[in-house]
């Protein structure tokens, strides 16, 4: 019986997931270390709405469970003594550099958490993979866990139980997922692991595979969903050439049973910690195994991503008469998504940096993103001038003296402007460029602004 699980690692995966957790099974302590002081003082913030992560629902979680069975601590040593279970919950980013860099996952911090482990865990644990990892990554973490001396006492089992969430969607989509797969070669270890989920996951949608199963399915998961979005991202190009509507299109071909209507909102591109991450070390790990072809088609997914970004900048460019120069460009979002603070990969980020590169001044609006992390996405400070940038708190200060409005990211509150009175503020010929179709374009139109909106033709 499971008593005391650690987690270490305390970002968007880790600490939703052991609130969901400790929430739901109060018999079991659970503590959350990391070694980064700043975070983990911001998850025991007595203000519940300056956690580190934004997500519905997550600060009533924590407000019930903080200090009853939710623990967070930078103690990470004494953490993993007294637990029975612990995950693994670090980042794994793509290599920068050496070999398979651009594509391989760096596994740094998923050794030193295994180190971790092996030297300070106590009687038997059972490790869990949580962070998105490549095949066969467990084979590294069972070696260095089997390398403690026999003297010592140690047993381990190690555990794969990757996560399937959506940001913006996490704490609904762990207290009702739609499948919770747990990997490994233990049965009792899996059993401990599914008797957990097991106090509020049907019996049903706990599944059970080998451990390489495991990992490998949640590589599979993110590059379909990846592979959906650029692949209408492609048909929604087409459809301005050609006159036709993104959105009645991927209507029609949704409602094919065979297809179904998910992921087939055209926009700018993926981002997030997750899809092109784990698209790219699919990619490498085909060209490992020789398969280059299957490499090759993986590859484009993250390719034409790439340039559906880039063909946004070119068209704000070439709409405002083939210069952004000087001009004011009011963005509209800088979140991946809608309802997280996460700007990982954000389709804005390449969006704003080029526009800033052609010289743009940039009025940028998001609820949830901080001038911190601005700063440090568009790799340069708040400014004035041409190819600047500086964070305002409302649509109607993105908008004044704009050129343009960029809808990026699909906040509601986007769907619910004055277009009257944003249009009065605005520099004309104005424009409204919406990336996410999520703005009410006739009311734009009856403003006085031009409107571009993505798939339309």
């Not at 297809?259 to 909102?265: C, D, P, Q, S």
């Not at 060209?287 to 484009?300: K, M, P």
Request: include cysteine; charged fraction near 20%.
């Amino acid at each position: 019986m499971i008593r005391s699980i650690c987690c270490i690692g305390a970002g968007y995966v880790g600490g939703p997931t052991m609130a969901v957790i400790a929430d739901r099974c109060p018999q079991i302590q659970v503590t959350v270390v990391d070694l980064n002081a700043e975070r983990i003082a911001a998850w025991n913030d007595p203000d519940l709405s300056q956690l580190p992560v934004y997500e519905p629902g997550l600060d009533e979680l924590v407000g019930r469970a903080r200090g009853r069975n939710l623990h967070f601590s930078t103690v990470v040593e004494a953490a993993i003594a007294g637990a029975d279970m612990v995950f693994l919950s670090v980042n794994t980013p793509t290599k920068t550099k050496g070999v398979g860099a651009g594509q391989a996952s760096d596994l740094r911090w998923i050794e030193a958490s295994a180190r971790q482990v092996a030297a300070c865990a106590q009687g038997h644990t059972i490790v869990v993979e949580k962070s998105t990892l490549p095949v066969r990554t467990a084979e590294t973490v069972q070696t260095i866990l089997s390398a403690v001396p026999a003297a010592e006492g140690k047993t381990f089992s190690v555990l794969s139980n990757p996560e399937f969430l959506a940001e913006g969607t996490a704490i609904a989509d762990l207290q009702a997922p739609d499948r919770v797969l747990i990997g490994g070669e233990d049965p009792a270890a899996i059993e401990a692991l599914a008797a957990i989920y097991g106090q509020w996951v049907p019996a049903e949608r706990i599944l059970r595979t080998n451990l390489w199963s495991s990992e490998l399915s949640k590589l599979t998961a993110n590059a379909f969903l990846a592979q959906r979005i650029s692949s209408i991202n492609a048909i929604a190009a087409l459809c301005e050439a050609t006159g036709a509507d993104v959105g009645e299109v991927a209507k029609a071909i949704g409602a094919d049973s065979r297809i179904g209507a998910k992921f087939l909102k055209a926009g700018p591109g993926f981002g997030g910690s997750c899809f092109q991450k784990d698209i790219l070390n699919l990619v490498y790990l085909c060209g490992h195994y020789g398969l280059h072809e299957v490499a090759a088609y993986w590859q484009q997914v993250v390719t034409l991503n790439t340039w559906q970004q880039q063909r946004i900048a070119r068209l704000v460019v070439n709409r405002l008469f083939g210069t952004v120069s000087g001009k004011r460009i009011g963005v509209l979002g800088f979140a991946f998504k809608a309802d997280t603070n996460d700007t990982r990969e954000s389709p804005a980020i390449r969006i704003c940096r080029d526009l800033l590169e052609e010289g743009a001044v940039l009025q940028i609006v998001d609820p949830k993103v901080s001038e911190r992390q601005l700063e440090q996405d568009l790799g340069q400070p708040a400014g004035a001038g041409e190819g600047s940038w500086q964070q305002v708190p409302e649509v109607q200060q993105a908008a004044c003296g704009a050129d343009a409005l960029l809808l990026l990211t699909e906040w509601q509150e986007f769907a619910q402007i004055d277009w009257a009175a944003v249009g009065e503020l605005m520099r004309r010929p104005a424009w409204l460029f919406d990336a996410r179709a999520k703005a009410d374009a006739a009311a734009a139109r009856a403003a006085g602004l031009q409107v571009w909106t993505v798939g339309e033709g």
